[in-house]
């Protein structure tokens, strides 16, 4: 009984941690381009190009903190140090830039607006790094890890309601700076609870440390790794358009105010709270990788109708099909993840999930290539410069940054998966 107890206290104590990190990125993803573009006057064109560098700072950084993180010893574990110093960071950044200097405008704003994202972005990598390489470490078994995954998928959904759905009225009551504080302090904190909870396995001291360039040699040879890490690049393009295309679509599209648009947000995750747990019992009665593709081809047929939506209602119908979609895709994306490190770890006996976590997690941040590419063809196409210039046709603006492209990113998600095979117990999903 005591045992039990002790199972469920730990998974509740990793799995809050999601709520942890979720509150502050969605704040910073959801709401940059609202905030800056929208709202400050930076340019589709300018936030363009903060996506493209950021992307490719990105691309040196993961590597580099997965590295680093593997290779840590002290006595407080591999994980916890990297969660307790980089989380005050994540929180000064996620305050800075949304507590703009009055009198920027113009190149200063750009260039503010771009070193703050940068420098929150690379915080963020590092912590949901290290917490998502203590995810095969601390549930080693498929059932083990679909209830703690299961758990931490509800606490992200509840953190995207306060941090995504009611994020409007917050900021319509107390403004973007303060939001920013309540937000950084409430997830800070909650991290800091599950980095100080989750007991990590410890390192035996003749456990050899993993090398980079041997490292890098391995992934870039693993075809598993190369088909999960740009299938997620390719969802994560498409998930991440919706949420930063919501605002405008309900100001422009719709024509709603913080209220319905709040609702509209909620539609989304309220759903995907309560199918994650029909997903999850999916993953138990059918092959994993089946069900994978399943979620991403759900997701995909959502932005159908979603395109035709001209009101509030059938707009809210059509987000909770994206709900439904979206809660698949995260209930089965991790548990493809972790079983690329168990065979990493497998086959060359060596611990490096740190490396593996940060790989896929720059292969996730891949995206910002893709949502560059639809940021710069709003002005292309439709004429939207920024909020004080959003053209002729800002209405189809917003449906094409909402539908379109997202129905072109998972649907070559959905192609990517299909090059992915994984041998269980002698059997190919």
């Known amino acids: ?6 199972e469920k206290m730990k998974t509740f104590n990793y799995s809050v941690g999601m709520f ?16 800056y573009v929208d709202t400050l006057g930076v340019t589709t064109a300018q936030w363009a190009s903060i996506m493209l560098i950021y992307t ?23 994980r916890r140090p990297w969660l307790v110093i980089g989380t005050p960071l994540l929180v000064l950044g996620l305050i800075l830039f949304y507590s703009t200097p009055a009198g920027l405008e113009g190149n200063q704003l750009y260039i503010y607006a771009m070193l703050l994202y940068i420098f929150t972005g690379t915080l963020d990598s590092v912590i949901n790094a290290n917490y998502g390489a203590l995810f095969p470490e601390l549930f080693t078994t498929d059932t083990s890890r679909a209830k703690a995954n299961a758990l931490r998928q509800a606490f992200q959904l509840v953190a995207m309601i306060i941090s995504i759905a009611l994020t409007p009225m917050v900021v319509e009551a107390l403004g973007w700076s303060t939001t920013a504080i309540v937000y950084g ?20 001291e003749d456990e050899k440390k993993p090398q980079l360039w041997d490292s890098v040699k391995t992934l870039l040879t693993n075809k598993k790794f190369w088909v999960a890490g740009v299938t997620n690049a390719f969802y994560s393009a498409g998930m991440s358009l919706v949420l930063a295309g919501l605002p405008i679509y309900a100001k422009y599209t719709l024509g ?46 959502s932005y159908i ?62 995206n910002g290539l893709f949502t560059s590419v639809a940021y710069a063809l709003l002005g292309v196409m439709f004429g939207y410069v920024s909020g004080d210039v959003p053209g002729p046709q800002p209405d189809m603006a917003a449906r094409f940054l909402l539908t379109v492209f997202p129905f072109l990113m998972v649907v070559l998600s959905l192609g990517v998966s299909f090059l992915s095979d994984f041998e269980v117990e002698g059997k190919r999903e």
């Not at 942890?20 to 905030?35: E, H, Q, R, V």
């Not at 302090?185 to 035996?204: H, N, R």
């Not at 490096?352 to 720059?362: H, K, T, V």
């Open 185 to 204: 302090v409430l997830g800070g904190a909650v991290i800091l609870y599950m980095a100080l909870t989750s007991m990590e396995k410890p390192v035996a």
């Open 56 to 78: 490719f700072i990105d691309a040196i950084d993961n590597l580099v903190y997965g590295y680093l993180s593997d290779r840590t010893r002290t006595k407080w574990g591999r």
């Open 256 to 301: 709603i105010g913080s209220g319905q648009q709040s609702l509209l947000f909620g539609g989304v995750l309220l759903v995907a709270i309560g199918a994650v747990a029909l997903w999850a019992s999916w993953v138990k009665k059918y092959a994993l990788v089946k069900v994978w593709r399943w979620a991403l081809a759900a997701l995909a047929i």
């Open 20 to 35: 942890g990190t979720s509150i502050p990125i969605n704040l910073l993803k959801t709401f940059a381009f609202a905030y």
């Open 1 to 6: 009984m005591k045992s039990e107890r002790s």
């Open 305 to 366: 109708p979603m395109y035709f939506a001209n009101s509030f209602v059938m707009a809210m119908v059509c987000a909770m099909l994206v709900g439904f979609g979206f809660a698949g895709v995260i209930t089965t994306m991790d548990l493809i993840q972790a079983r690329i490190m168990d065979e990493d770890q497998a086959k060359y006996n060596v611990r490096r999930e740190g490396i593996i976590s940060n790989a896929l997690g720059f292969m996730n941040r891949l």
